[in-house]
T-cell receptor, first 116, second 113 residues
Framework: GAGVSQTPSNKVTEKGKYVELRCDPISGHTALYWYRQSLGQGPEFLIYFQGTGAADDSGLPNDRFFAVRPEGSVSTLKIQRTERGDSAVYLC??????????????FGPGTRLTVL | KNQVEQSPQSLIILEGKNCTLQCNYTVSPFSNLRWYKQDTGRGPVSLTIMTFSENTKSNGRYTATLDADTKQSSLHITASQLSDSASYICVVSEPGGYQKVTFGTGTKLQVIP
């Protein structure tokens, strides 16, 4: 595709429910990142995939959060037993290679999650 | 812990005026620093990237500077336009095959007519 896409753009759920957020990276990009952004803050790292494997999941806040990328392209961020504190914009980014090699991360528009 | 701090937190300027945004970081070792522009409701978009050896880089009306010794960077916006209203985020990457990037909290710029 032309850019990184994320669905849904908005998600409203009730406390305790399960949600899935989807990211479609740019075709051919092996690196994929998930971030969480609260109002007025910069993105906070959650997890990084290189190909199909989660190379670093140290940013996931607890075991309610899980992400997969089974075929090395589309990724799904899964949140179980949602809490009000999970409300934020969840951003996905992809790059041709890791950013430390100078490759730009291209961000999707984000999914705004609201937990009531 | 690696940190990236930005100032000011927010800024309001008149259309046509210049402004400078600051970024201080403690990330070490260092690979590159990017400035991103994030419009409301959108994902961040890269404006400039600088490596250790670069001191300044321009992209139209945006000019970024880097002092790797003091670990400071600035983003200067010349002749501001209403469309410059956005959050500007400083992002620092470490070197190596895989690295996390460290994001600053951003400066929210509002350009008013």
């Amino acid at each position: 595709g032309a850019g990184v896409s994320q669905t849904p753009s908005n998600k409203v759920t009730e406390k305790g429910k399960y949600v899935e957020l989807r990211c479609d990276p740019i075709s051919g990009h092996t690196a994929l990142y998930w971030y969480r952004q609260s109002l007025g803050q910069g993105p906070e790292f959650l997890i990084y995939f290189q190909g199909t494997g989660a190379a670093d999941d140290s940013g996931l806040p607890n075991d309610r959060f899980f992400a997969v990328r089974p075929e090395g392209s589309v990724s799904t961020l899964k949140i179980q037993r949602t809490e009000r504190g999970d409300s934020a914009v969840y951003l996905c980014a992809s790059s041709l290679a890791p950013p430390g090699q100078g490759h730009e991360q291209f961000f999707g528009p984000g999914t705004r999650l609201t937990v009531l | 812990k690696n940190q990236v701090e930005q100032s000011p937190q927010s800024l309001i300027i008149l259309e046509g005026k210049n402004c400078t945004l600051q970024c201080n970081y403690t990330v070490s070792p260092f690979s590159n620093l990017r400035w991103y522009k994030q419009d409301t409701g959108r994902g961040p978009v890269s404006l400039t990237i600088m490596t250790f050896s670069e001191n300044t880089k321009s992209n139209g009306r945006y000019t970024a500077t880097l002092d790797a010794d003091t670990k400071q960077s600035s983003l200067h916006i010349t002749a501001s336009q209403l469309s410059d209203s956005a959050s500007y985020i400083c992002v620092v990457s470490e070197p190596g095959g895989y690295q996390k990037v460290t994001f600053g909290t951003g400066t929210k710029l509002q350009v008013i007519p």
